[in-house]
C-alpha cells in the first residue's frame, strides 16, 4: 500500500488549507485513515481520523476548525483546515490503518508551515 499526499503549502494565520491523501494498492475494504502531524521537536501526534464506515475522531486541538472526510470509492481522505495559527505548523503525515491485518501504512508528509 502506496499513501501520496498533497495540499501542504505556506498559509497566513487565519486562513486555510485543504490536504488530499490518495491509496494505491492492496487495501483492506475496512480501514481508518487519518492524519498526523510532526512539529519540529515534538512527537507526532494525532490530528484526526475517519473509518470506512465514516465515523471520525479528532484530537482536541483540532476540533471546530478541522474536517476530515473520505471518498473511499477513491481511497482519498481530506482534510479541510480552518482558521490556522502558527502551532498548526507541522509536516503531515497520512496513515491508514489495515483493519484486517492490524498494519499501518505512512505517506511521505507534507510540510504546513503558518507564518505571517
Known amino acids: 500500500v502506496q499513501l501520496q499526499a498533497s495540499g501542504g503549502g505556506l498559509v497566513q494565520p487565519g486562513g486555510s488549507l485543504r490536504l488530499s491523501c490518495a491509496a494505491s494498492?492492496?487495501?483492506?475494504?475496512?480501514?481508518?485513515m487519518g492524519w498526523y502531524r510532526q512539529a519540529p521537536g515534538k512527537q507526532r501526534e494525532l490530528v484526526a481520523t475517519v473509518h470506512t464506515a465514516g465515523s471520525t475522531n479528532y484530537a482536541g486541538s483540532a476540533k471546530g476548525r478541522f474536517t476530515i472526510s473520505r471518498h473511499n470509492a477513491k481511497n482519498t481522505v481530506y482534510l479541510q483546515m480552518n482558521s490556522l495559527n502558527p502551532e498548526d505548523t507541522a509536516v503531515y503525515y497520512c496513515?491508514?490503518?489495515?483493519?484486517?491485518?492490524?498494519?499501518?501504512?505512512w505517506g511521505q508528509g507534507t510540510l504546513v508551515t503558518v507564518s505571517s
Open positions: 496513515q491508514l490503518h489495515d483493519s484486517w491485518f492490524n498494519v499501518d501504512y
Open positions: 494498492g492492496r487495501i483492506a475494504s475496512i480501514n481508518v
